[in-house]
C-alpha cells in the first residue's frame, strides 16, 4: 500500500469532499470536513468547492426518527431533566451536581462547554427549581447527575435543549406581557451579562429579530413564526451563546 505524502494527499481534498457530497452528505458536514482538512494542511478553504449550507436543509431534531420511540422510553428521564438544562450531550454526561449552587429563590449552574467556553445559566422558575432540586438531592458533590450509560445511544439531547429553550423564551415574553417594568429589567441584566464577560452589545434589543432569505422562507411554509422579540432571544442566549442569530436559527424557529 503507498503511504501519501502530506504533499501528495493535499492534491485530493478536492476529491475527497466530492466524494462526500456524492454519498449524500449534508452540507454542513462536507463544511466541517472542508474546515478540519484546510487547518490540517495549512490551505485556503475558500479554493475548495463545497456545498453550499442552507438552515432550511437541516434535519437533525426535526421530525421523527426510527429511534427516537425507544429512546424516550430508556432515556426519557434525561430527555425530559434537558428540557429545564438545556445542555449539550457531552455536557449531560459530564454534569455533576457540585456545578449547581442553590441560592434560595434561584439555582445557578455553571458548566464548561463547547470550545472550553465556561457558561452560567441561573433558573428562577419554580418549575425549574423543583426539577433541578429532584436531580441533586441525595447525591454528594463530586457525583454525576445522571448515569453516564444514558449517553450510549442517538437520543436527541438536541432537540430536548431547544425545546427547553423555547419554553424559556415564551416564559420571558410572557413575562413582559404581564410585567410593563420586566423588559427594561431583562434588558439591564443583559447588558450587564455582557459588561461581566468583557463582551460589546451590540444588537438593538428594542428591534425584533426577523428572519430573512432561504430560512424565512422555510419557515412560512411550516407556518412557523419569522419575528422574535429580541430582548426575550438575548434574555435566554444568556447561557450560551449570547447571540440572537443563532439562538432563533438553531433553536427557537424550529
Not at 410585567?179 to 425584533?208: H, K, N, S, V, W
Amino acid at each position: 500500500m503507498h503511504k501519501c505524502t502530506m504533499a501528495e494527499a493535499s492534491s485530493h481534498i478536492q476529491e475527497y469532499l466530492d466524494y462526500q457530497a456524492g454519498r449524500g452528505l449534508s452540507a454542513w458536514s462536507v463544511h466541517t470536513s472542508a474546515a478540519a482538512l484546510s487547518k490540517t494542511f495549512q490551505t485556503d478553504m475558500r479554493s475548495y468547492t463545497i456545498p453550499q449550507r442552507n438552515l432550511c436543509d437541516i434535519t437533525r431534531s426535526r421530525g421523527i426518527r426510527a429511534h427516537d420511540e425507544l429512546n424516550n422510553r430508556s432515556v426519557g428521564d434525561v430527555l425530559e431533566a434537558n428540557r429545564t438544562l438545556t445542555l449539550r450531550r457531552n455536557e449531560l454526561k459530564n454534569l455533576r451536581v457540585s456545578n449547581f449552587s442553590d441560592a434560595g429563590s434561584s439555582i445557578t449552574m455553571s458548566t464548561v462547554g463547547k470550545g472550553g467556553k465556561h457558561n452560567t445559566t441561573v433558573y428562577t422558575h419554580p418549575a425549574e427549581l423543583a426539577t433541578i432540586r429532584e436531580l441533586i438531592t441525595n447525591k454528594a458533590p463530586t457525583d454525576y447527575v445522571f448515569d453516564r450509560q444514558a449517553f450510549k445511544n442517538d437520543a436527541d439531547y438536541h432537540q430536548a435543549r431547544a425545546e427547553g429553550f423555547q419554553l424559556r423564551y415564551q416564559r420571558i415574553c410572557e413575562d413582559m406581557r404581564r410585567r410593563p417594568e420586566a423588559r427594561a429589567e431583562y434588558q439591564q441584566m443583559i447588558r450587564d451579562a455582557f459588561a461581566a464577560q468583557g463582551r460589546t452589545l451590540r444588537e438593538d434589543l428594542d428591534r425584533p429579530y426577523v428572519c430573512r432569505g432561504s430560512h424565512r422562507e422555510a419557515l412560512e411554509r411550516q407556518g412557523i413564526a419569522v419575528s422574535y422579540d429580541r430582548t426575550a432571544v438575548m434574555a435566554v442566549s444568556l447561557s450560551c451563546h449570547f447571540r440572537s442569530d443563532t439562538m432563533v436559527q438553531h433553536y427557537l424557529a424550529k
